[in-house]
């Protein structure tokens, strides 16, 4: 199995605080994801890293922020939280150097609840 | 943009049962085509891939053919365990997307003893 851990693995947070999730990797993979899961929507992208500093949006960024300082760690930040950012978050790595044909290796999952 | 569709669930079979899950996608250019699956309380996992039209992914039991001309990846299995209940997930991605997958929405299968 991939070398990936996420925590925490479950959190409960009041609207309006801040929430750092974090993703950490063993494999030294290039390529960090951050992936939502709702009921109805499948796994949406919110932000992927491709090198340490170097980030990007997915199609769902809008009130996150995200930081890579180094190769393992990939954070995802919500600077305010919301109700509607209740959800599965998911870190994936990859180990394809932009080629596309290497599949994902997901961590378990931080269960997100905004109260 | 890409987009995967996936046949909408939940799906309930019997032990032995034979399996199809409908796939199909709209993707510019050549994507690679995965089928993960995800158990209760995990993340996904990577079940079987496929990487150009007409090839055949397949791994513990369960086949999809790539195809192009209807742009479809199929799931199949021909004989359902127990174990095998989960929610599956067809997903693409494009050779110039920096490895970005596109899912569906996932198809949750139960079998029953």
């Known amino acids: 199995d991939a070398g990936i851990t996420q925590s925490p693995r479950h959190k409960v947070t009041e609207t309006g605080t801040p929430v750092t999730l974090r993703c950490h990797q063993t494999?030294?993979?290039?390529?960090m994801y951050w992936y939502r899961q709702d009921p109805g929507h499948g796994l949406r992208l919110i932000h992927y890293s491709y090198g340490v500093k170097d980030t990007d949006k997915g199609e769902v960024s809008d009130g996150y922020s995200v930081s890579r300082s180094k190769t393992e760690d990939f954070l995802l930040t919500l600077e305010s939280a919301t109700s509607s950012q209740t959800s599965v978050y998911f870190c994936a790595i990859s180990e394809s150097e932009a080629l596309g044909d290497s599949p994902l290796h997901f961590g378990n999952g931080t269960r997100l609840t905004v109260t | 943009g890409n987009s995967v569709t996936q046949m909408e669930g939940p799906v309930t079979l019997s032990e032995e049962a034979f399996l199809t899950i409908n796939c199909t996608y709209t993707?510019?250019?050549?994507?690679?085509l995965f089928w993960y699956v995800q158990y209760p309380g995990e993340g996904l996992q990577l079940l079987l891939k496929a990487t150009k039209a007409d090839d055949k992914g397949s791994n513990k039991g369960f086949e999809a053919t790539y195809r192009k001309e209807t742009t479809s990846f199929h799931l199949e299995k021909g004989s359902v365990q127990v174990s095998d209940s989960a929610v599956y997930f067809c997903?693409?991605?494009?050779?110039?997307?920096?490895?970005?997958?596109?899912f569906g929405d996932g198809t949750t299968l139960t079998v029953k003893p």
């Open positions: 494999e030294n993979h290039r390529y």
């Open positions: 993707a510019t250019g050549y994507p690679s």
């Open positions: 997903a693409l991605s494009g050779n110039t997307n920096a490895g970005k997958s596109t």
